[in-house]
């Protein structure tokens, strides 16, 4: 849905959206994984989704960087992808003021009450509105924008830390983006980022952040790194791409 959306927005707003269409392939290391994807293809198949099992062979033609040592195979969806996150969200912002949705920026909800009518009173930094529905969207506030109602939002911020190469010889002597890689055994994904990688763990030690609330002025700021938690992971990814080893 979100890669034909995307190039839906390309066109109609006409606001890049940053889309990469360089497909995605996640690798099953044990028979297990490899079963779930046999499961996962079938409910794609489905919904209309492209997807192929695909060998190690084939894994590396698509992605010549990677060492398939131990894998069993790839789900390989050819229409997956990635994007630049603000890219998207102002071309998503574009085609709802289109569509008649006023979009108020730099403005904090700062209350919300429940009204004898059943319709709910937000109060912002630039007024207070009368609405039938509210839709709490705060992302990593959204637990203290819960707590505005007395509601205990069942979600936490976990903290992600996810390393970019500088150029890498053999990115730049590729010519065609690779694919966005999952990979169970180093338990991490690898994409593309201009001529060399991005490289992000999910970790299994993650960090939980922010759990008695986050200071309202916090916006996109960086979190000091702990790249000592993120060793095992990378001592793994050497091996899976060799080429990342050297990497700057
Ligand atoms: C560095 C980084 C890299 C990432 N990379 C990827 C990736 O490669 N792929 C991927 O799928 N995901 C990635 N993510 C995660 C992805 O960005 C988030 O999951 C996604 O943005 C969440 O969207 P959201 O709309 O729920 O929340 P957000 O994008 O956080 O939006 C919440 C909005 O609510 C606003 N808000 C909060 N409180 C209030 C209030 N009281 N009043 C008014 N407004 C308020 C905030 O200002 C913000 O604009 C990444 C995240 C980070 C930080």
Known sequence: YGSELYQVLEEEPGQATGWHGCGAIRLAVKPDEADWFKYVQGVLKLAGSECHLIGPDEIRKLHPLLDTKGVLLGAYTPNDGHTDP?????????????RGAEIVRHNRVTNINLLDSGEWEVVTEQGTLTCEHVVNAAGSFAGQVGEMVGLQVPMVNMVHQYLVTESIPEVSALGKE??????????CYYRQEQQGLVIGPYEM?????????????FDNALLPPDTQRLEPHLEKVTERIPGFADAG
Not at 205 to 217: P, R, T, V
Request: glycine share 12%.
């Open 86 to 98: 603000s890219g998207i969200t102002n071309a998503m912002a574009a085609g709802a003021r289109m």
């Open 178 to 187: 690779i694919p966005v890689v999952r990979d169970p055994w180093a338990s």
């Open 205 to 217: 030690n993650a960090e939980a952040w922010g759990l008695d609330g986050i200071d309202w002025s």
